[in-house]
């Protein structure tokens, strides 16, 4: 029996994989696609980049609110 190639997975499903994450919702069977189809360097770069963005519009935020 011949398996089919594990697909790679696009920066899209990354991109998604890693915002899903943060919000904490997440399907089991989604989660266990994304284990199997997921590089561990494309999800950590993708992860870093997600936190800086996240604290940058959170420092921007305050900043809008303090100076108002």
Known sequence: MVSAPPKKASLWRTV???AW???GLRARGAYEEDIKNL???H????GLIGVFV???V???LVNWI???
């Open 16 to 18: 998604k994989a890693i």
């Open 39 to 41: 590089s561990p360097v």
């Open 58 to 60: 959170l420092v921007l």
């Open 21 to 23: 994450s943060f919000v």
């Open 43 to 46: 999800i950590i770069v993708v």
């Open 54 to 56: 996240f604290v940058a």
């Open 66 to 68: 303090v100076a108002r």
